[in-house]
């Protein structure tokens, strides 16, 4: 692992949160890491999708008491 970015689109809905993510994404090297917090209940399936779309490894995908944490990591 490179690096590790955090990514708060807590309180957002679909598909900001993962919009976000994607421009993040942009400007992070192969290798590195993003973890996304949000609320939309639809964020779990939502990076699921996103990362099986565009080849990125999801890593993580937990729902806590309030939130939602997603791990990705950018493919090479």
């Given amino acids: 692992m490179?690096?590790?970015?955090?990514?708060?689109t807590r309180g957002?809905?679909?598909?900001?949160?993962?919009?976000k993510a994607q421009k993040a994404m942009r400007a992070m090297a192969a290798?590195?890491?993003?973890?996304?917090?949000a609320t939309d209940p639809k964020a779990p399936g939502d990076f699921a999708?996103?990362?099986e779309a565009?080849?990125?490894?999801?890593?993580?995908?937990?729902?806590h008491a309030d939130h939602f944490a997603v791990v990705i990591e950018k493919r090479g």
């Fill in 2 to 8: 490179k690096g590790l970015v955090e990514l708060d």
């Fill in 12 to 19: 957002l809905n679909c598909p900001l949160p993962v919009l």
């Fill in 31 to 37: 290798g590195d890491r993003l973890r996304v917090l």
């Fill in 49 to 51: 999708q996103f990362c």
């Fill in 54 to 63: 565009a080849g990125h490894s999801l890593l993580e995908n937990t729902a």
